[in-house]
Structure formats: C-alpha cells, structure tokens
C-alpha cells in the first residue's frame, strides 16, 4: 500500500496494529505509530485503542498509559485493555485503581481482573473482587479460575468449598480441582473426585487422566491404577504420548514392573520420555541388566538420552552394585552428550561409591564437586548412611557435621543414624551428645507409617497402632510370627532402634511394632495366597525389618513387596531383589 502511495486510514490502521501485537511484532507496532500521527490519526478513537491495546500486549504500560490519557472518548473496550494490561503484567495497584476508576463494567472487566490477579498470585485480592461481584456476572470462567487460583496457592479446602457451592461444572471445573488435589499431595481426594466425575458422567479427556494417573501413582494403589488403564483401553484413548509415560511410571511406583513393561513394549512410537520413564522404573527396581541393555538399545537407534534417563541408569547402577558401569556412565553423559552432571547425578554417583563401600572415593567426589552444583542434604544423607553401612564412624561424623550445618531445622534421619553409629561403637556419651541436641533444636522423630491396598481400600498403619477395626487378629498374628521367626533361629537385630528406648525386651517388641509388620500381618490375614502383598512405606525399612520380611516371604511363601522412601523391595523365597544393598 505504502509503496502504491495510497495513505491507510481509520480503518486499515487498527488492523495492522492489530496485526504486529498478535506477532509480538514490537519495532514493527512503534513504526506504525510513528506512521499513525505523521499521517494525522493520532486521535482517532479505534487507532488509539488499538495502540493502547498493543502496548498492553508487549507490557509496556507506560505507553499504554500515555496513548490511553490523550483519549478523549473511552469506551469500555479500551478500559478493559488497560486493566488487562495492568493486571497481566502484574502491576496490581494500578490495575485495581483503574478498575474503580471505571464509569463502568461488564462480565469481561470482573473476569480478567480476576484473572489476572490469580494467575499472579494474589489469590486473596481476587477473592474480594470475586465476592464483589453479582452472582449472575460470575461466569463459569471466574468460578474455574478462583479454583484453580485457591489450588496453586495450596488452599486446597477453599478451593472444594467453591467447587461445592458453584451453580455448575464443566470438565475444567472438575479437572482444577482433581490436578490440584494431586499436585498438593492429596492423592486420596484427587481419587474420589475422578470416581465421582465418572458417576456424574462426565467424559474425561487427557488432562483428567494424567492427573488421575499420578494420583494412583502417589497413593499406589496398583488396583485403581490398572482399572484407569483398562478405562483407557475401553474408551479409545491412545496409550502413547505424556499417558504412556505417565502408565509406565504408574505401574512401576505401584510396584508391577512387568505391567509397566508391557505397557512400554505396546507403544508403537516410543519416545525419549517412554525410555527414560521405563529405565528410571527398572532402575528403582533394582533390575539393573534390563535398565542398561534398554540404555544401550535406545542409544544403538540414535535416541539421545537426557540428564533424567541417565539419573535412570546410574540409579540402576547403585543398586545393583555396579561401581565400574556407573563410572564409565557418568563420564560418558559429561564427554559423549555434553551433559553438565546435577546434583541429582553427583547423588547417584556417591550413592554407587557409598553401597560399594567406597567411603573414601565418595568423599573426594564431594569435595571435588564444582562451586556451581553444591552438595545437597540428600548427598550428605547418602554419606551418612553409607557409613552407616560400613561402619565407618570417622566419615559419619563429617558427614552428620555438614548435614547439621546445611539444615539446622535438621533432618530427623541424621540424629537418629549418627546416635544408632554412637551406639553401636559403644560410645555413649555422643549418645547422649547427639539426644541433647536434637532435645535443644526441638527435633522429632517422623512416625514411620506403612500402607497397604485391600480391595480398593487403602489401610494405614503407624508404628505401634492399634487403631485398626482388626487389630487382635493383627497382634494375634504378630504373636505368631515370632514364634516361627524363633523357630528359624532368627536373633532380632536391635542395633537400630531409636536411643531412647531402653532394655531389650523393650527393644525388641519396637521392632515387632514397626508399621510394616503390622501391614504385613494384615496382608497375610487376609489377602488371598496368590496375590503379593504390597505395602508403602514412608522410612528406609530398618534391618531388622528387612531381615525378617525376607524369612516371612520364604516362611509364609508369599512375595511381599514394599516401596521405602527409596526404592523397591521385592521379596520372595526368602531373598530381597535388592541384594541387601538399600
Ligand atoms: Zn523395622
Ligand atoms: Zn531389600
């Protein structure tokens, strides 16, 4: 046009505005503002909205502001824009100031306001806009985005009042709040509101699935998992793509990692998440040959592995014990992929040293670490208890001292490793060092609490409960259980039973209390002898645990699995998959 010498006007003006906003076109916006007042239409009405409307766009509210103040005649429109503009770029004061300032207001002037506050996180002021606004201007649109507002702000309880009181859903309404539950750690209510979404005969899409997926992961309830994934099948949706990879981590942290490999084995178009998700699962499992021949085959059709897929491998590595492999890996990420190692990899790397009993080694690739990656209390925890596991007091203190002086609301695991070390070398005043400073810094110890999945409900089980509707019969079995051990010879391993507790009569009944057991004598009770027990737990499973669930899987002939704050172990015939390796 501008070349043919034929002037834009009042009409060809906003559209290309228009034009450059929607392009992010910034340079381009400004040279047709120029353009605009060398021609003559910087005060025309549908111009300048538009002008204002660009600026707002590109967060530039000074101009917005300024085109917006030389208007003579503002309509609605453009008062919408300059509190959407406000508000979006988080320039909250302004936006609100603007907004009573208004002649006037209509729903999309309350929605975006709305909005936009909750999007920044003010999810309280958006609340007063919200009760300030008639029932019959609240838009769905309002009502979705205060949930989805209350839940990323963690008010998970006001969210589900809102939920409760708005006069209707739409699949959005339902989603928020299901994500919401599941990104807050409230597997359980994310669950039941999937089921009742299916009751009101809703249609799920993906979004609803992935979060009902992690969810079940979270809980790991393997029953609900598999009814999903068979609700997937029934219901035409593709297991490919984020499901797949989301099936595959759900069956591996609900403890079938067959399941998870069948699922990785059905998906035509396997893709790098599919890969890493299916060796990150081997990997926690402990099946370490599977993990790294998937590694080698993923490489071998010219997949490239990223920084997840090799935390995958060198975790494998740990916990099969494979010092040299691990090694070889870890450089070949830093000088074949270019792969700059994180913490998490550093992690994996001392934890291989440490289970192989490499204290030293370990030591030095702390130390050795650059300034930019630095040593994070999980890497001090992989230290101490490693030398736990050897026994090796000098490197338990030093790492107890850095893990002491990286947290100082400390970490309840540290005092209780680092006196249990004390203990068992006899050195009893530390003892009473270490239970001084946990007393002084106010420490408690976190309850070990262990789940288990009967049909479809969960039962959840602290140490020492006895809360349970069948709690008798658990002791009964408890009672018995002892017997049969004694009979197999076995001498509880009370080397690690909190300091506190004095006597080993006293001891040993603790270690009889210890939430998985409880668990476990609920499984044998009454799950049927075919199906594995599984059960969750929240601590590292003591010695003394582990010893004993491996002579109840062989005493009992059962396969129990349980998942610690760890890894898995499968336990079956008498031996852990772990290799007594945690
Ligand atoms: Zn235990
Ligand atoms: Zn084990």
């Known amino acids: 046009m501008l070349t043919n010498n034929i002037l834009p006007d009042g009409f060809t003006l906003p559209s290309i505005i228009k034009g450059c906003s929607r392009l992010h076109a910034k340079s381009e916006g400004k ?3 120029g353009l605009v007042f060398k021609i003559g239409f910087g005060f025309d009405r549908f111009v300048q909205s538009s002008l204002v409307n660009l600026y ?3 967060g530039d509210m000074g101009l917005a502001r300024l085109v917006f103040d030389k208007m003579g005649d503002k309509d609605l429109v453009v008062w919408n824009c300059l509190v959407d503009g406000y508000v979006r770029n988080g320039e909250v004061k302004f936006a609100l ?21 909750c999007k920044c996180g003010k999810v309280e002021v958006a609340r007063e806009i919200f009760d300030r606004m008639d029932d019959s201007d609240k838009s769905l649109v309002t009502w979705n985005v205060m949930i989805h507002g209350y839940m990323k702000s963690g008010k998970i309880e006001v969210a589900g009042e809102l939920f409760e009181r708005m006069p209707g859903r739409s699949l959005i309404s339902w989603n928020s709040m299901i994500d919401g539950y599941q990104r807050n750690g409230c597997f359980y209510e994310a669950m039941k509101l ?3 979404l299916l009751n009101e005969g809703f249609v799920s899409s993906n979004a609803t699935l992935s979060s009902a997926l992690s969810a079940v992961s979270g809980l790991a309830v393997l029953g609900n998992g598999r009814w999903i994934h068979s609700f997937m099948v029934k219901n035409g949706f593709e297991v490919g793509g984020v499901l797949g990879t989301l099936l595959i981590e759900m069956y591996s942290k609900c403890g079938s990692i067959e399941s998870a490999l069948a699922v990785f084995k059905g998906i035509a178009k396997k893709k790098l998440a599919h890969w890493t998700a299916i060796i990150v699962g081997l990997g926690m499992h402990g099946l370490a040959d599977q993990a790294l021949k998937l590694f080698t085959e993923m490489r071998r059709i010219g997949m490239k592995p990223h920084a997840i897929t090799f935390i995958g491998v060198l975790n494998a590595c740990s916990h099969a014990g494979l010092v040299d492999e691990g090694n070889r890996i870890f450089q070949m990420m830093i000088n074949e992929y270019k792969i700059e190692p994180t913490v998490e990899h550093y992690g994996c790397l001392v934890d291989i040293l440490c289970r192989a ?9 702390i130390e050795s670490m650059p300034v930019t990656v630095k040593p994070n209390k999980v890497i001090w925890m992989i230290l101490l208890g490693g030398a736990r596991n050897h026994g090796n007091l000098e490197i338990g203190e030093y790492a107890a001292h850095n893990l002491i002086e990286e947290d100082l609301d400390a970490h309840t695991g540290c005092y209780t490793v680092l006196s249990n070390m004390y203990a068992a070398a006899g050195k009893w005043d530390k003892v009473s ?3 001084e400073m946990m007393k002084n810094r106010g420490v408690v110890k976190d309850a070990g609490c262990s789940t288990i999945e009967y049909k479809g409900q969960l039962h959840r089980f602290i140490v020492g409960d006895k809360s349970h509707p069948q709690t008798q019969d658990i002791y ?8 049969k051990l004694k009979l197999e010879g076995h001498v509880p391993d009370t080397s690690q039973v909190l300091l506190n507790i004095d006597g080993e009569k006293e001891k040993e009944s603790e270690l009889e209390n210890h939430s998985e057991r409880l668990a476990i004598s609920f499984g044998l009770i009454n799950m049927e002898r075919r199906t594995p027990i599984r059960i969750i737990k929240n601590l590292r499973v003591c010695n003394d645990c582990h010893v004993v669930t491996k002579l109840l899987s062989a005493i009992y002939d059962r396969e129990i699995i349980v998942r610690d704050n760890s890894r898995f172990h499968h336990f079956k015939n008498g031996s852990c998959s772990c290799n007594d390796f945690w």
């Open 433 to 435: 060092h270490v239970r």
């Open 97 to 117: 100031k603007v907004f009573d300032e208004m002649p006037k207001r209509d729903k999309f002037t309350w929605t975006c306001l709305v909005d936009g506050l």
């Open 31 to 33: 040279q047709v503002h």
């Open 194 to 196: 999937f089921e009742a």
């Open 56 to 58: 707002a766009k590109f």
């Open 476 to 483: 009964a079995k408890l009672r018995e259980i002892r017997e």
């Open 357 to 365: 009993g490499h204290l030293e080694q370990a030591k030095e690739i």
